[in-house]
């Protein structure tokens, strides 16, 4: 069955940074558009980053935009997603996606920017 495994998150000060990991399993990575998006508590769920498969494109919210960068790495199966200058406003629960017909979920890690 389809596996994504979140991991990275963390307590950071703010101007700090981290990188997010996304492990996927029993899916044929390269042909998956994948997504992370982020929840903070009381707030809609955001689209982050998205980048593409076999041809990828890229793209980020205007919230993260300068400051994320979303990746990936076909031989592992794993996406990843660069936080630099994280603010408070950042905190939140990230989850990546798997998306083709469907979408797949991971269970998400924690990111918590506080001093």
């Known amino acids: 069955q389809v596996q994504l495994v979140e991991s990275g998150g963390g307590l950071v000060q703010p101007g700090g940074s981290l990188r997010l990991s996304c492990v996927a399993s029993?899916?044929?990575?390269?042909?998956?558009?994948m997504i992370w998006y982020r929840q903070a508590t009381g707030k809609e769920r955001e689209q982050v980053a998205i980048?593409?498969?076999?041809?990828?494109?890229?793209g980020y919210s205007n919230s993260v935009k300068g400051r994320f960068t979303i990746s990936r790495d076909n031989d592992k199966n794993t996406v990843y997603l660069d936080m630099n200058n994280l603010k408070p406003e950042d905190t939140a629960v990230y989850y990546c996606?798997?998306?083709?017909?469907?979408?797949?979920w991971g269970r998400g890690t924690q990111v918590t920017v506080s001093s």
């Open positions: 996606t798997a998306k083709l017909l469907e979408e797949h």
């Open positions: 029993g899916i044929t990575f390269i042909g998956y558009t």
């Open positions: 980048i593409t498969g076999y041809t990828p494109s890229i």
